[in-house]
C-alpha cells in the first residue's frame, strides 16, 4: 500500500468508529459533509483539474435529490434503484449540457451553467405537482437490501460507505490517462489539441462525471435532510459548492471533504450571529485566493510534513493550483 | 403595449447601466466582477442615509451614491483585485463572489433586511404623449441612462484618458510599451464603472424599493445582456440591456409572470449555443 491509501484507510476507520459516541445532531453534520464531500469530488474533477467552471452544480444536485425522493415516494422504487437512477439522469443531463458547453470557455461556460442551475430551479417550480414545489416533499428513511436506515448512525454509514466508493472511483481514475490529458488540456488546451487528444470528448465526460457524482451527491443529501424544496437549490448553493473546492484545496481529494466540512460546520458555529456566517464565507473566498492558492488542504500538507517530514501522501501529483485553471487561453 | 415597451424600456436602462459598468471594468481590468450589483446597492443605501440624516436636497443625496460607488470601487480595486488579477479566471469569479457576500451580509448588517421606499427622483406625475400615458419616472430614468452613456462614449472619444482606455482591450502588450499606466488605468475603470453601476443602484430603487436584493436579479441579466454583447463592448451591452428589459415586459402578457425572470436565461443559453463569443464579440485568433 502507498502512503496515500494507508492515509485514506486511516480516515475512513477513524470515520467508521468515531461517530458511535456521538449526538445525533454532530451524526446530521457529519452526514451532510460526506453528501457534500461526494459533491466536492465530482466539482472537483471539472473545475480543479480539467479547469471549467460551474457555477450550476445545484441544478445537477437538485436532480438527484428530486429523482430519488420521487420515484421512491411517488412510485415506490427501492432506494439503490431510485438512487442509481438519478445519478443515471445526473449522468444524462450533464451529457446533455456538457457537449453544448464545452463550446464555451472560461467565464462565458460560468455564466451558461449558472443559467442552467436557474433553469433547474424554474423547472422544480413550475413542475409543483410533481415536486411540491414551495411546498417541498417529505423523504422517507432509506432502505439498502432490506436494511432500513431509519436512524441518524444508520444514514451516517451509508453515506460514509457511499463516500468511500467515490473516493477509490476517483482516486483510481486521477492516475489514468484520461485524467492526465485532462491536466493536460487544462494547462493549454491548444497543446493537448495538437498532441491528439480529443479535448471535446474529454471534456465532455468530465462534465458528465462531475454531474453524476452532484447527482449522487443529492440523492444522499435529501433522506439526511428528510425534505427537499426548491429553496434548497438556489444558486447560493451552487456557489457554496464552488467555494467548498476552493477552501477546501483544489484538485485534491482530501482537500473536498475538508472543503465540505468547512462549508457545513461553519454556518453552525456561527449561528447566533444570522446571516453573518455569509460574510466569513466572502471573507474565506476572498482570502484563499490572495494569501493561500492551496486551500486548507496545504495547512493539513504543512502539518503533515512538520510531522512526518515527507510530503503528505493524500495529494494526487501535480495538481496543485496553476496559474491557468480556468483560464483557457 | 405600448405600455410594456415604456416600462421594457425603462427596467432595460436599469440593466444596461450595470452591463455598462460591468462591461467597462471588463474590458480594462479582464476581470468580470459578481460585486457589481452589491456595489451599486450599497452606494444607494449610503446615499440615502445622507438624505435621511442632514436632509439635504435629493439630488446632492443621488451624487453622493454615485462618488461612493466610485470610492466602494477604487477601493476594491487597489486591496483585492490588484492581488489576484494575473491569477486567471477562477480566482477572480471565486474573489469578486466572496465580495459579493461580505458586501451584500454588510448591507443587511447596517441598514436590515426591511424594504423602505425609495424618495422618486423625477417626480411623480404623468406625461400624455402620443395616446400613452408615460409616468415621469420613466422619461426620467430612460433619459439620464442614455445621457450618461453619451457622456462615457464622450469621455472615451475626445479626453487622453479615454483614449488610453480604448487602447488597452485593443492592444494590452502595446499599451503597456508605449508607457501606458495599467494601473492606474485600472483603478480608473473600477471607479467609472462602480459609478455607472450605482447610478443603475439609484435608478432602480424607486422602481423595486431599496432593499439589499434589490440588486440581484439585475446583475444576472446584466451578465446575461453583458455577454451577449461578448463581455468586451460597449455598445452591446447598452442595446442588450434595453433589448432584454422590452422583451421581458413584452412577453410577460404571453407567459406566466413568474417565468419572466427566466427569459433572460432562456435567450443567453441559446445565444451561447449559436454565438459562443456572444452577438459581438471579437473572435480572439490563438497564437501558438
Known sequence: MTRAQIFGWAVVAVAAVVPLGLADYWLYLLTLIGAYGVVALGLNLLTGLSGQISLGHAGFFAIGAYTSAILTSKYGLPYPAAAALAVAAGWGVGLLVGIPAVRLQGLYLAIATLAFGIGVERVIYTFKGLTGGPYGLMIDPPAVLGFAANSPLKLYYLVLVAATLCVLFIANIVRSSQVRMLVAMRDSELAAACMGINVTRLKVLAFAISAALAALGGVLYAPAIGFVSVEQFTLWLSITFISMIVVGGLGSITGSFLGAAFVVIVPELLRGFGAYYQIVYGLAMILVFVFWPKGLVGFVDLIGRRIGGAPSPARPPAIALSKKAGENS | ?288
Open chain 2, 1 to 288: 403595449m405600448d405600455q410594456a415597451v415604456i416600462n421594457g424600456l425603462a427596467e432595460g436602462s436599469v440593466y444596461a447601466l450595470l452591463a455598462l459598468g460591468l462591461v467597462f471594468i471588463n474590458r480594462i481590468t479582464q476581470v468580470a466582477t459578481f460585486a457589481h450589483g452589491e456595489v451599486a446597492a450599497c452606494a444607494a443605501f449610503i446615499g440615502f442615509s445622507i438624505f435621511q440624516a442632514t436632509g439635504m436636497p435629493f439630488v446632492v443625496a443621488v451624487l453622493c451614491s454615485i462618488v461612493a460607488g466610485g470610492v466602494l470601487g477604487y477601493a476594491i480595486e487597489r486591496i483585492v483585485i490588484r492581488r489576484v488579477q494575473t491569477s486567471g479566471l477562477l480566482a477572480t469569479i471565486i474573489v469578486t463572489l466572496g465580495l459579493y457576500f461580505v458586501i451584500h451580509n454588510a448591507i443587511v448588517a447596517i441598514w436590515g433586511p426591511e424594504v423602505r421606499p425609495y424618495p422618486a427622483i423625477f417626480g411623480d406625475t404623468t406625461v400624455r404623449f402620443a395616446g400613452v400615458a408615460i409616468s415621469s419616472q420613466h422619461i426620467g430614468v430612460i433619459a439620464t441612462a442614455f445621457l450618461i452613456a453619451i457622456a462615457l462614449a464622450a469621455y472615451l472619444r475626445w479626453t487622453r484618458t479615454g483614449l488610453a482606455l480604448r487602447a488597452i482591450p485593443q492592444n494590452r502588450y502595446g499599451a503597456e510599451v508605449i508607457g501606458l499606466n495599467l494601473r492606474r488605468l485600472s483603478a480608473t475603470a473600477w471607479i467609472i464603472g462602480s459609478a455607472v453601476g450605482a447610478m443603475a443602484g439609484v435608478l432602480i430603487a424607486p422602481l423595486t424599493f431599496l432593499n439589499s436584493n434589490m440588486m440581484g436579479a439585475p446583475l444576472i441579466k446584466a451578465f446575461a445582456v453583458a455577454a451577449l454583447g461578448g463581455l468586451d463592448s460597449l455598445v452591446g451591452a447598452f442595446v442588450g440591456g434595453l433589448l432584454l428589459g422590452v422583451i421581458e415586459n413584452v412577453m410577460v402578457v404571453y407567459i406566466p409572470t413568474y417565468l419572466k425572470d427566466s427569459i433572460a436565461f432562456f435567450f443567453i443559453f441559446i445565444v451561447l449555443l449559436v454565438q459562443p463569443k456572444g452577438l459581438f464579440g471579437r473572435v480572439r485568433m490563438e497564437k501558438v
